[in-house]
């Protein structure tokens, strides 16, 4: 099967995903693997792919560009109240994240959560009058959203519209890869649309035979890397954010040209930081519908940690030492300056 992005799909099929389907309960409908680049994704990918690869970007719109576990949805809400509700009156900032800044592919990881409640359809037919549930909840409402839209996105650039920066201004944002991973793991035992259950140990394999949803980690971030001198693209790091996050809220106000006063950038730096998400998400997050209870109660919600180098707490001097080959291997020689603090 051969797509509009130029790729091919290849169903992940024999020994391979029987170890994978013990593992991942929420995949109901299997894992493509895209070549070249070799991305993983859920099967009802493929059904999308091209609408992706043509969705029509607009000069208004800002992408939230990020691997998984990045700080998406820390970004999405500064970017959003930098441009809606810098002076916190907005009508509409009480709602969940994702609902005003939407999640272009969301759809491919519905194999689970669409049989569970159907809160996601009630919103879709609110927001979407008169269309079609099985063109894409997320998809559409993404389409439908009303200017200025903030997007999000976890695709690699190479299955986004080739003419994306030309159109609109994107910001990525990058993370270490070993906190990448432990955050990964964390939202995958927690987000039924995952139902992760096997080990930390063999997490950390996944991800360096880049073998999850959205692998390979060091393909995504290359690509990101090699446009960084684009006009149309701002690349922040997790660890600068947490560091300085009013350096970094001004250098996003120049990039995203919102002209904010020192009193608004003060509002919101406070109104999305991780204690006042954390608080207005309630405990299970933007998906608080679809965790796994037990992961919940025992490991915490979708607001997990927020911080900068809880792996040296979780990753055993074996598991650092595959991490410390991937990176040598595959991300050193791109040139990111991650920092693990
Ligand atoms: P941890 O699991 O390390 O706590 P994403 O939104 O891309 O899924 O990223 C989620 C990660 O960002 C989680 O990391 C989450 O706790 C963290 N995060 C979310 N909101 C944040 C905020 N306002 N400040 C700092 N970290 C935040």
Redesign the pocket.
Known sequence: MKFLNGHEAKAIEGEEWKRQKSHWLGYADGLVRFSPGGWVLPTPFTKFADKYYDFKFRSTDVLVH?W???????TQEIVWTMRNNPDLNHPMAGISVNARAPFLEFDMFMATAKKQDDNFLETFHRLCPGKDPSDGMFLQMTECAKDPRTIKSHLPLSLLPPSLLETTKVVAVLRNPK?VL??YH??CRLLNAHGYVGSLEEFVQYFVDDDLAYSPYWLHVKEVWEKREHPNLHIMFFEDM?ADIMKELRRLDGFLETRLSDDQLDNVARH???GA?KTRAGDGGPASNHVNTEVLTKDGG??????SG?WKNKLSPEMEEKVNKYIEEKIKNIGVPFKFV
């Not at 979708?302 to 911080?307: E, I, P, T, V």
């Open positions: 990020t998984a576990k990045c700080g998406t949805t820390w906190d432990v955050s964390h939202h947490k999305t930081g991780f998400m979708f607001f997990r940690k927020g911080q809880d």
